[in-house]
């Protein structure tokens, strides 16, 4: 009776099983959350009747909200001071890119934007696959990483793990995702099939 040495995998088979590993993160994973971010800005143009860009400032701003609530309440004196600082400097690029598409005309979305907005998130979507998955299992990984005896960092790093979490995936799949096409929040259009 022989028996079949198989010895040991060849360097070929380990990048085979990385691909099979890739493509089931892609599939399972990618894939989901991508028509997940589509499907949220497609409900947040057509309930809102603003450009989808605005979901991500709007998100981040109320998130900064409900840390300033919430710091509030376990902080006092010069760390709850120093939370706000760090909170109203984490808001302001939001509050720039808000203010400014109201001055803008606010719900100023058509094919050109449309269309800016899709070959952007089109090569998002193709280079910045990697970056996407880092920063989700980074935010799956920061709550359980960040510890720190002392209290008031503790706070801290709770606060920005809080927000990163809540934001950081968020950002990066908003980006890639398929941007909703205008006329699907203008009722005119809800009985009109649209070809190509």
């Known amino acids: 009776m022989m028996t079949h040495f198989r010895g040991v995998r060849s360097p070929l088979h380990s990048i085979g099983d990385g691909r099979v590993c890739m493509d089931w993160i892609n599939r399972y994973i990618d894939q989901p959350l991508l028509h997940g971010a589509a499907g949220l800005l497609r409900s947040w143009h057509i309930r809102t009747r603003q450009p989808p860009e605005l979901l991500e400032p709007t998100w981040n701003l109320v998130v900064l909200s409900f840390l300033l609530v919430a710091s509030g309440q376990v902080m006092a004196g010069r760390s709850f001071a120093l939370s706000v600082a760090a909170l109203v400097m984490l808001a302001l690029p939001s509050a720039r890119k808000l203010v400014s598409a109201v001055k803008a005309g606010g719900s100023a979305y058509g094919a050109r934007e449309y269309k800016s907005l899709r070959a952007r998130a089109v090569a998002k979507r193709?280079?910045?696959?990697?970056v996407r998955i880092i920063v989700l299992f980074s935010s799956a990984c920061l709550p359980f990483?960040?510890?720190?005896?002392?209290?008031?960092?503790?706070?801290?790093?709770?606060?920005a793990s809080v927000w990163f979490v809540l934001t950081g995936p968020l950002k990066t799949y908003l980006d890639a995702a398929e941007p909703p096409e205008p006329?699907?929040?203008d009722r005119t259009y809800s009985g009109v099939f649209h070809f190509g």
């Open 126 to 130: 193709e280079a910045e696959w990697s």
């Open 145 to 159: 990483i960040a510890r720190i005896d002392d209290p008031v960092g503790a706070c801290f790093m709770l606060g």
């Open 183 to 185: 006329t699907e929040g």
